[in-house]
């Protein structure tokens, strides 16, 4: 099947740091015709992203957009950026222009979003992909290639359609989900590990300054492999924890009990309970390869 994006002609994204970035680079590595236009605060990203030829033309004011060329406009800021962002470019919005985005909050956020652009077209989209880094200097061809890509909507229709075709083009396996289902899966398989990396790096600071030892000195793989995503932008993952604070929370209380069952069996010097608790997460973690 050729590849159209959609038929979306131009482009906007708000955003330009990583996974703004990586769609920009990825249309056209793919063989996107149209045009690509970028906007962020940071004149430095702006410049970078004309540098390196990742978008058409870049702003770092709204009102300088040809907006009358956009037909789909792509949030790729924090998400608790949305609805400031939502507002500020309903004016200049066609009725006919598709928004969406690539947060990965949906929740009540995407209803927000479709009342403050309402009548124009928002569908929420999660893109499954990313790396701990940031910027658009880090932006990665075919970052979406072989991904999991959510679109968070209540009914199909000619955009999301529109917007399925998009992400296919671009390499990603598109499924379907209800938001605030997708805020409860994604809490548990992205937030939580990503709280954990950071709990687990602050709980080695903590021991560092309790003992006097820099532990940071002596990691090994294991650990650099575990804490990786810690290294994730502290803004993005503070706006992601409270956007999904009950998810979030829940989880992690969750969590707690987990480690509070293998601590009582490390006590108790349970090795039966040790033996199966490890085997199950063993053998569970094994089938994910």
């Given amino acids: 099947m050729d590849k159209d994006f959609g038929g979306f002609k131009n482009i906007l994204i ?43 033309e870049a702003y770092t004011q709204l009102e300088d957009i040809p907006w009358d060329e956009i037909d ?8 608790k950026t949305f609805e400031e962002i939502a507002k500020k470019i309903k004016p200049f919005l066609r009725k006919d222009t598709v928004v969406t985005d690539v947060g ?27 790396t701990e880094k940031e910027g658009i200097e880090n932006a990665v061809v075919g970052l979406f290639k072989g991904k999991k890509l959510i679109l968070t909507i209540d009914r199909e229709d000619e955009s999301t359609k529109r917007l399925e075709k998009f992400w ?27 709280a954990v990396a950071f709990a ?6 903590e021991l560092s300054k309790e003992t006097g030892i820099d532990l940071f000195l002596y990691p090994g793989a294991g650990f650099k492999d575990f804490t990786r995503i810690a290294a994730s932008s502290p803004t993005v993952w503070k706006d992601i924890f409270i956007e999904n604070k009950d ?26 309970n040790l033996i199966r608790i490890l ?5 569970k973690r094994l089938s994910l390869d």
């Fill in 200 to 205: 687990l790096v602050d709980a080695l600071i």
């Fill in 104 to 130: 990965s909050v949906k929740g009540s956020l995407v209803e927000k979003i479709q009342n403050i652009l309402s009548p124009v077209k928002f569908i929420g989209a999660h893109p499954i992909a990313g």
């Fill in 72 to 79: 789909l406009v792509i949030l790729a800021t924090p998400v």
């Fill in 247 to 272: 998810n979030v929370v829940h989880t992690i209380e969750r969590f707690i009990q987990s480690m509070e069952k293998l601590k009582e069996y490390i006590q108790k010097e349970d090795e039966d």
């Fill in 14 to 56: 708000i955003g330009l740091g990583l996974i703004g970035g990586s769609i920009a680079v990825s249309l056209k590595s793919s063989g996107y015709r149209g045009k690509i236009y970028g906007f962020d605060l940071s004149s430095e990203r702006v410049k970078k992203a004309v540098e390196l030829q990742a978008v058409d």
């Fill in 279 to 283: 085997s199950e997460s063993r053998e």
């Fill in 168 to 194: 296919t083009d671009l390499g990603a396996k598109v499924e379907v989900m209800d938001p605030h289902t997708h805020d409860f899966v994604f809490a548990s398989v992205s937030h939580l590990p990503h």
